[in-house]
């Protein structure tokens, strides 16, 4: 397939290049509005950004549309919606989640046990809930980051330990490991978050990161790969230019993998199972893990 180089209407703000390749449109309906997004791929990093970026105004439009009460009954992409995320129904879901993702960057439990831990985009403390009940880590060294007020509120009866994005340098405290659970991919200009987020590390810290890893699978796949999510998905990275950024900060990627094979719906659950090891063996998963030290 032959394609057409193009100038993006938005510099990827990821390497900030100009050029980049269409690859496809989606609109979403949400209590009778219409949201669009098309993403393009860009030219010089081989990630993917939506093109044009959603305005301020689109984002509140889509924040407030109500879609975080919508009902996803009948997807089992358990990275699809926020609902979806954050119901006690997928907590064990996602509690999984969280312990293979730690496993593959190559943690033990143990190794987490005396860390200062931070969870940057902590939603409703879903990461805090898994490291303090299920791994039995001492609250008091576990914080949380969010930008919405209302997750924040949920997490602070909890534990004071929850903050505010507009916190951030308020926060006097330096962590171990610093946590984005697809996070990343949701965030406009991730280079100046980035900074101040690696601004809050020790000496020797580290960053577990997971999000989306554009390549293969979604070269493959298009429209039926998952991870394109209308507004929500703005920078889908791929695993080189996520490396670079994070080089670029003095960060060093000591560990890098990936899992999933996108595959939902009627498939036979051996036939799944199988191919999702396959592509976590081969690495090509649509959902990549990296660990970065601070040097
Ligand atoms: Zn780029």
Redesign the pocket.
């Known amino acids: 397939m032959s394609r057409t180089l193009i100038r993006s209407n938005d510099e990827?703000q990821?390497?900030?290049?100009s050029f980049s390749y269409e690859i496809l449109t989606k609109t979403k309906e949400i209590s009778g509005k219409f949201f669009q997004s098309t993403w393009v791929e860009?030219a010089?990093?081989?990630?993917a950004h939506i093109d044009p970026y959603p305005t301020e105004d689109n984002l509140l439009k889509y924040y407030s549309s109500g879609y975080i009460d919508m009902d996803f009954a009948g997807t089992t992409d358990h990275h699809s919606s926020h609902k979806l995320h954050y119901s006690d129904r997928y907590e064990d879901i996602v509690f999984e989640n969280y312990g293979y993702s730690i496993q593959d960057a190559g943690y033990s439990i143990e190794d987490l046990k005396n860390l200062k831990i931070l969870d940057y985009g902590c939603a409703n403390g879903i990461f805090y809930k898994y490291l303090t009940h299920v791994c039995g880590l001492n609250h008091n060294n576990i914080y949380g980051i969010d930008i919405d007020s209302d997750m924040l509120e949920a997490c602070q009866k909890m534990s004071q330990n929850f903050y505010s994005t507009k916190q951030l340098r308020d926060i006097n405290e330096k962590f171990d490991l610093i946590t984005l659970w697809n996070v990343i991919e949701h965030i406009y200009k991730p280079e100046p978050a980035l900074k101040e987020i690696i601004n809050l590390l020790q000496d020797n810290g580290e960053i577990l990161i997971e999000t989306p890893m554009y390549g293969l699978l979604a070269n493959k796949l298009r429209e039926e790969w998952s991870h394109y999510i209308v507004v929500e998905h703005i920078n889908l990275f791929s695993r080189d230019?996520l490396i670079n950024m994070f080089d670029k900060f003095g960060m060093k990627c000591i560990s890098a993998s990936s899992f999933g094979a996108n595959l939902f719906g009627e498939i036979q659950p051996r036939v799944k199972s199988a191919l999702d090891q396959i592509a976590k063996k081969l690495d090509f998963g649509a959902t990549q893990v990296l660990r970065f030290k601070k040097y």
């Open positions: 990827c990821i390497c900030n290049h860009c010089n990093c081989g990630s230019a």
